[in-house]
């Protein structure tokens, strides 16, 4: 048989990706991989089975005949949230798995990658089926973005500060003042166009009629958030909402997540380790609550993810996934898949807010100016950051 | 001085609501405007209160020269949210608190009405101020749908089920099947138009553009929701939102709010008393999951604010507060006003669905096609209905 | 028929402690019968009616034929704990309950009030029923007690302090030293002798071997208790159970309960209404954590319950319950009543202390140097108090 | 300087108890080191760094002159409970912590045995030094049992329930009756008498009054328990305390901890993995109210710990902690040592049940018949059995 080209490279896409969940966790010490200090926050040797399982579970067991599956355990262990598929490991659960061993989950990986890059080149394979492996490869690439937020948490929630590894320092944002870019009102197309992959949830492009509005050039900086805080920002209610009121109180909120004030001075963790704050580097590790505070206390607002798409041309993405206004809803017409890849989306499209842009956690080649990510509004252990309109 | 007529309707209007609020009370024994049987309820003489705590505050004291304030405790006991005006009682200690009586609820609200009609007559009275009692005015409207919404709790959860009072009939919304009624795609207007009373998230008229659309002529009824849950309405996940099924499960969800199967008859409690369920009549006390669940195995869905606004003209309200799939967001150029009552609406606009239309309950003159109700997703003791788009 | 003196007896202090328990509610208005500020007090109305039930239940139903059950679905609302009874509101919901209204539940008394007059007069009477109508006046009369600290908590936890009624003082203890008395180690005996009522608990009068030991002749004070508060007793650890140090921590527990820290005063409500402290009278509420961090602090330990009985001849109870150092448990040889009434005692008997003696709310009559109250380690709305050993 | 005898056997005896901590350890994977299901199991490495700590921080850091702490941060990481000795990672917390890692785990344990061992043939040490390095030993030991019981918990609730090792097979009690043993009323004497080791809580050897008892000469077996589990014993609520009945519906409690019912078999996990449940073995993992219900079902009682220790040489202990009927209190004239070991035993003495005998995991030479153990009453996690007395 002579090889298909466009196979070469779908085998190829493949392997780099594979590899490249495999590259994040190399610094790791093997305990690592296991803890969950939070519900949020899922150990690292759950993300490298998880997406394993995605594969064996929705290409290889339905399509290539005889293939075994590699523990009939694992289904319960790493499956996430399907309901489809069965019952699993509930979410709290995940950290209290010593077994199966990181060792086990590397070779999973190996068994599943040989019997994918079988299946990829084999006469199984059509065109809907490759629709599915894109699918698996932009979800692996999600969780390589929650493998490195899940780590940070993971050493930066520990006493003793470890370092992930050295070379992740962030560029500056620079000292000087915002632009605001103006746009006129009128009728705007956003949505999904073009022809490579994309989730369901950007798909149906459709025109939406915008006020005139100003979108900043830039993110918003750790110095100008310390202004905020210096002047209340904390304190004051009059700038949260009613919930994000509580939410600090309730927590004692007094910064962002990852900064201590130690010694008269602001610190804050970073892969790197523990550093002194950078005042000219986009804010980080915000959530909505805080992003809509300091926006109302400075006499402006969140974008909407319309003007925020609409506008995406005309500035820079500041390695920050940027909270909008806008809640997690459908677009007009959409449609939820069918089987169980139809749980992908749609079902969480209720108290959530959609991040637009992408930070310094998502994996190149996973980043489109139509991609809607969505939190809910109390969470910050994402690379989140701010960006004001008015 | 010769009376002032336009003084002498604010006079009038005023008596007339706030004998409203007596009025619905008045079928209640004393023990029933005490008890809170959930934090989304409050003891019905907390709202005759804190109605009355509204005009005292925001009215009387700030402008009428020598007003003695009825009882310096009050302002703890009967204040509800407005951090601007100190510490309150936690909204959950509402039912704990068995004084003050009704009775000296009720001489503070006599007390607090004479004070008014003196105010609203003298020449302290201005047009800014005019516009604060008007907004008292119908904020003691809202409440008095809430001590009906309430007080049906109260009873309706009482294990003797006693009823409220007779002549609470509700209309039947007819057998035959709905119609559709389209509307083309377009640039369209909402928002408050006109000079009466509005709300300050009302306002903002402005363009939105709208795929083509079709929406039901009338509301779901108790028949077709009762196809819903013979069809697994609440066991199949694949129609509900993640959260929505973890509703169902964690409180065993089977039916709407008041339902009770007995003897092999569906029966539910209404404003008379436990009664056979009325297949024809709109279906009420769902909550946005359940909505939203009805409509995806009905392969439908909510209509968003805009297309319901749009549309509110050429159908009839069924007495039912309307899910929409629009979050609770500002209208473009909201601004909370200054002060306290800056806290009326804005700071809940975050994790709230928008709700139009208005129930059996709402007081009549308290409705508009632009007003936007809004509650959180899981809420269902609202007379909350249904109505179908696609 | 010729009146049996001893019926007339029994006829006489069933009049007489049913009369009680209305007397104790006299001075309440309708709306202080109907609250539940904590899970742990009972609305006044629920004690009213649920002392009513157990006569009606236990005497009336079983025994007295062609009895008409007043209402039968009393049943689920009066029952306090019997599994053998039934279902039952849960505990936690008898403040959410508007109805039975108070005037039903004075109905209810006098209904069943009639009839147990008329039943302990009939030849359907006996010993053995006498025996349980003993049971069910003295548990009446445990209800009296609960009604008092509940109607001190449900006034004394409202922002506007009423009082319950005038006439209430508190005698002093004294301001001089307290004086230990000494007993020698040896075989003594404890439990109940005699020949009148008392619970199961008391039963199996018993040999215990005491070593040396000493105990106060009197009540800690205030002004004792308050040295303790000026020496750190609240935030040195060390006088403290680990248990009880999370209690401190958890609740910031700073004094007694219902001691308020004024204008530099300390107050406390009292009956009577919010007062000043009286440094003299016997402490008053506090738990089982604080007595013993006192008696740490003190160098002194509490005393064990076979220590209290065996001294108790030779001091003066001062009106409170006096905590031990005594573990709930069974006495040698304790043996449940079959049925219903055998849950009265047994069912508790783990993770409770004993407390000693009979408070300022205990009914006359109603106590016995035998009697072993008990009562978690956290609470301290009873009227608590400590007497020291060594 | 001429080897002492009596140090020998100390170095000897602390390199002995230190080597069986790491031999515990030696079949387990790294990452079951990390991980805490539940709050009441610590992470094994944990365990390892706690022991080590505690003879670093009592013994070395305050006796021997520049002994350099292998670690400042430990202290935080690795205090369990010791409030004298600063704050400390929250209980719940300890499995969130992927470092330090199992190897610096291992460092530190080497650093401070090398430490101690010439520490303890220096010429600081002396006898009352010895008497804290032997309490040191024991405390050890005490957590090699939790140890086991830790890593059986974390193994057995695994969803793929591996093996810790082979060779943990338990011997059978025998499928005969059991014969009561009888014991005359009388004074008896109970607590440590002799010269070696004994917690503080053994001390005070006293006189106690018993009456009359039997006692059981063996512990109750799995198939005993059968037959109450199957004459409706976890579904017959008479048998239990209300606590232990609340227990038991919360939990939907059917069987002991480890039992599954699978394919119509009766299996238990074991530290040899899952195997087919053995009739004749020492029921094991039940808690206090389980053992309670059980005996009351069986028209008995749980022994209390003076009867058991009087009749303790009368039987033969089976390798399980029985259940007494005593609460844990303190002993006539206990005394906390001053200082941080004061806290080692008494702040406990509330609310939880003694435990007599020793078990299956109990190091070799770490048992006696004054040995007082302690639980809450509803943990099971343990190697928990019951002995019935009458």
Do not use: D, P, V
């Given at each position: 048989m002579i090889a298909n080209p466009k196979i070469i490279d779908v085998v190829q896409k493949f392997a780099d990706v594979r590899k490249h969940s495999v590259a994040i966790c190399a610094p790791l010490e093997i305990e690592d991989f296991v803890v969950q200090p939070i519900v949020d926050v899922s150990p690292p040797k759950w993300h490298l089975g998880h997406t394993t399982w995605f594969f064996e579970t929705f290409i290889l067991t339905p399509n290539f005949p005889d293939y075994e599956v590699f523990d009939p355990q694992y289904n319960f262990v790493f499956n996430s949230y399907y309901e489809t598929i069965g019952a699993r490991v509930i979410r709290t659960d995940r950290g209290n798995l010593s077994r199966p061993s990181v060792a086990d989950v590397y070779r999973y990986r190996e068994y599943v990658d040989q019997q994918m890059i079988n299946f990829l080149q084999s006469d199984f394979m059509n065109s809907s089926i490759e629709t599915l492996v894109e699918l698996g490869l932009n979800h692996e690439q999600q969780h390589q973005e929650l493998l490195l937020t899940d780590i940070k948490y993971i050493l930066g929630h520990n006493p003793l500060f470890p370092a992930y590894k050295k070379g992740h320092r962030n560029e500056k944002v620079g000292s000087g003042s915002a632009k605001m870019i103006s746009f006129p009102e009128g009728v705007y197309e956003i949505g999904f166009k073009g022809s490579g992959f994309c989730f369901d949830n950007e798909l149906g492009r459709h025109k939406v009629y915008l006020q005139d509005f100003e979108i900043s050039d830039r993110a918003v900086t750790n110095g100008e958030y310390l202004e905020f805080m210096k002047d209340n920002g904390y304190t004051d209610f009059r700038h949260w909402h009613a919930e994000g009121w509580d939410w600090v109180k309730q927590n004692e909120a007094k910064s962002p997540l990852y900064w201590h004030h130690i010694d008269g001075k602001w610190m804050y963790y970073t892969l790197e380790g523990l550093q002194e704050l950078d005042l000219e580097e986009a804010l980080c590790h915000i959530n909505f609550y805080e992003a809509s505070a300091f926006a109302a206390w400075k006499g402006m607002r969140l974008p909407t993810e319309a003007e925020w798409e609409v506008a995406s041309e005309h500035f820079q993405w500041e390695n920050r996934w940027e909270w909008t206004g806008s809640a997690y809803l459908p677009y007009p017409g959409f449609k939820k898949e069918a089987g169980a890849v139809g749980e992908y989306n749609g079902k969480f499209m209720i108290n959530q807010m959609v991040l637009r842009g992408a930070s310094e956690a998502t994996p190149k080649?996973?980043?489109?100016?139509?991609y809607r990510n969505f939190f809910h509004a109390n969470l910050r252990w994402q690379f989140t950051g701010i960006r004001l309109a008015k």
């Open positions: 080649g996973h980043s489109r100016n139509t």
